[in-house]
C-alpha cells in the first residue's frame, strides 16, 4: 500500500468514518493474452493484421469485462451503503460515493490520516491512505483487479508551473548564429521538415485538461491563431466530472491547446477532455472518454505521477486496461515524462531541477508501455532553422520502469 512506502509522513489517527469517498473498482478484461496479440498485429507493419483497428463496440465484445461482473460489483457496493454506483460503457470500472467507513467494511482495511513532508522544503500536507491491502469478497476475486480512492496521497501534477513571457535562448554553439528567443509554429515546421506535408485539416486530435478553461479557450487559443496567421480550429471541450474553479493549470492547457494545433497547421477539430481535478479517480473517466469516443487519432496530456504510487494506489492496473483498448483502436497517447528528473515526488516540484531526497521513480502514464513518452529539448539552430545540435534537459525525466 502507499502508506508502506518510504516517505516522510507522520501518522495522524484514522480517518473520519463520516469523510466522503469517491472510488474505483477496476474490472478484468476478458481475453488478454488475445488482446495483447491483437495489439501487436495490428500495429506491426507487414503483418495481414496491420492497421485493421478495432471499433469500440468490436472491443467490447470480445475483451471487455461482462455484464454479469459489473453487476456483482455494483451489488456488493449497494449492500455496503455506497451510492451513485455506474460503469461505463466499456466496463472497464464500477465507480460509488461512499464514506470512509463503507470504504473500510467493504475492502477490509483501515484508513489512516498522515502528514507528508514533501522534497526539497516542499512544505507538508495531511492525506489519507489505506493501510493494508484492499480486499474484496472471493466471489469477486476473478472480477476485480484493483481498488482506486482510498488514498488521496498519489495526485498526478502538471509539469509547469510558470511560462516566462520570452523562453531565454540557448546557448549557441561555437560560430554558430545566435537562436531565436521564441519559435512560432512556422518555425517548427522548417526545423523539423514538416512544410511539406498537407495539413492535417481531416485529423481530430484531443488534450485532457483539468479545470476552468474559460481563459484557454476561446481566448487563448483564438489569440495565439491570430498571431501566428493560423486558422480557427474548432473546438469542443467535453466535461468529464464536476465543474472545476481551477486555473493553476492553464499554463499547461495554454501550451498543450496551441503547439498541437499550431505543429499540425489545421485540424479538424480538437476535442479538450477536462476532469474535475488530477486525482486518479477523477483522470480515469477523462481518459476513458477519449477512448470510448473514438473521435480523435492522438491525445496529450502534459501531468504525470510517480509511477510507483500510481502502482500501489492500484491505478495502475486501470489505466494500462484503459489504454490497451486505445491501442487496439488505433490511438495514440502522449504524456510528459516529467520537468524534475527521474524522482518520485510526493507533495511538490521544482521545474528543471532533479529532486533530492525523494525515491528514484519514472513518471506515468509517461512510462507505460501502452503511452508515448515526450521530454523537454533545448534547441539550438542556425539563421535557416537547420539543427546545429539538441539535447535533452537535465530533469526531463527518464530511466527504467519497475513495473
Not at 495539413?199 to 479557450?217: D, K, R, Y
Amino acid at each position: 500500500t502507499i502508506a508502506n512506502f518510504t516517505m516522510p509522513a507522520q501518522s495522524m489517527g484514522p480517518l473520519a468514518g463520516t469523510a466522503p469517498l469517491q472510488i474505483l473498482v477496476g474490472l478484468q478484461l476478458q481475453n488478454s493474452t488475445q488482446l495483447g496479440s491483437l495489439i501487436r498485429a495490428v500495429n506491426t507493419p507487414g503483418t495481414s493484421s496491420y492497421d485493421k483497428f478495432l471499433t469500440p463496440s468490436e472491443f467490447n465484445a470480445t475483451y471487455a469485462p461482462l455484464s454479469s461482473q459489473v453487476q456483482a460489483v455494483e451489488s456488493y457496493l449497494k449492500q455496503m451503503g455506497f451510492t451513485n454506483i455506474s460503469a461505463p460503457a466499456n466496463n472497464l470500472y464500477v465507480t460509488a460515493d461512499g464514506t470512509a467507513a463503507a470504504a473500510e467494511q467493504a475492502f477490509n482495511t483501515p484508513i489512516w490520516q498522515y502528514q507528508v513532508s514533501g522534497p526539497n522544503g516542499e512544505p507538508t500536507r495531511t492525506v489519507y491512505a489505506n493501510t493494508q491491502r484492499a480486499e474484496v469478497p472471493t466471489y469477486l476475486a476473478n472480477a476485480v483487479v484493483s481498488v482506486v480512492g482510498l488514498e488521496n496521497i498519489d495526485t498526478m501534477h502538471t509539469e509547469l508551473g510558470t511560462w516566462p513571457a520570452a523562453a531565454p535562448s540557448a546557448v549557441p554553439a561555437q560560430g554558430a548564429p545566435a537562436n531565436p528567443i521564441t519559435f512560432t509554429p512556422q518555425d517548427f515546421w522548417k526545423v523539423y521538415d514538416v512544410g511539406g506535408l498537407p495539413p492535417a485539416a481531416n485529423t481530430t486530435i484531443a488534450i485532457i485538461a483539468e479545470g476552468n478553461l474559460a481563459g484557454v479557450l476561446p481566448n487563448d487559443l483564438r489569440q495565439f491563431e491570430s498571431e501566428n496567421k493560423l486558422p480557427q480550429v474548432p473546438y469542443q471541450i467535453i466535461q468529464t466530472g464536476i465543474a472545476s474553479n481551477d486555473t493553476s493549470g492553464d499554463v499547461e492547457w495554454d501550451m498543450d491547446t496551441q503547439e498541437s494545433s499550431g505543429m499540425a497547421g489545421n485540424l479538424k477539430e480538437l476535442l479538450v477532455y477536462d476532469a474535475s481535478s488530477l486525482s486518479d479517480t477523477d483522470l480515469i473517466p477523462a481518459f476513458n472518454r477519449y477512448i470510448t469516443d473514438d473521435q480523435a487519432v492522438a491525445a496529450s496530456a502534459s501531468f504525470g505521477g510517480c509511477e510507483t504510487l500510481e502502482y500501489l494506489s492500484g491505478a495502475m492496473q486501470i489505466y494500462d486496461t484503459m489504454y490497451s483498448q486505445m491501442a487496439a483502436q488505433g490511438q495514440t497517447q502522449f504524456a510528459s515524462s516529467g520537468d524534475s528528473g527521474s524522482a518520485c515526488g510526493v507533495v511538490g516540484l521544482t521545474n528543471g531541477v532533479p529532486l533530492s531526497g525523494a525515491p528514484g521513480a519514472v513518471e506515468y502514464p509517461a512510462s507505460s508501455a501502452y503511452v508515448m513518452g515526450a521530454g523537454g529539448t533545448s534547441l539550438v539552430v542556425d539563421s535557416n532553422y537547420n539543427v546545429i545540435q539538441e539535447t535533452s534537459w537535465d530533469a526531463g525525466g527518464g530511466g527504467s520502469s519497475l513495473w
